[in-house]
């Protein structure tokens, strides 16, 4: 791993997308349990981790990270910036009391907004889409991580109501 290619944009870009969203992280008021609120840190992380080891490395190699196809350092703080939009997801969806009916038009809206962070991450050079890979695949990807993050976390909360 290096620690950079070049630090240009895309670097800063990252800086400040971690600290804005690690500062409402700590500044938010908590909603969730300790546990829980670690576990969708880590869901968030883990997911972002498996697609770029998946469909944007290997065979597929659908899309490069920062400046290189070789792993760097911001690569890595990338993958952190996934584990608070993880943790909204699930901080909102409890806030707003997403129950069944409103579940798709919840994640129909955080897939926009992960297309919307993703287009702005293309703009300054963070993400560069190849090999005919689109946002239009993109937004398949985050409806089905979404949908499942959201089954996940109901599933949890479930589980977490049968023991008390």
Known sequence: MILYE?????????????????????????????????????WGFASSTF????????????????????????????YFSFSTFS??????????????????AYVIGWAIVGLLMERLSIWMGVIHLQHGYNQYDSSMVFLITLTTTGLFYRYIKNKSFQRT
Request: positive net charge; glycine residues 4%.
């Open 87 to 104: 943790y909204f997801y699930v901080y909102f969806y409890e806030l707003f009391k997403i129950k069944k009916f409103k579940f798709i």
């Open 6 to 42: 070049q630090f240009d944009k895309n670097e800063i870009y990252i800086l400040v997308l971690l600290i804005v969203a690690y500062g409402a992280f700590f500044l938010f008021p908590k909603k969730l349990p300790r546990d829980v609120t670690l576990l969708f840190l880590l």
């Open 51 to 78: 697609y770029d080891f998946t469909i944007g490395g290997g065979l597929l190699d659908f899309y490069k990270v920062n400046d290189s196809n070789r792993y760097e350092l911001f690569d890595l703080l990338t």
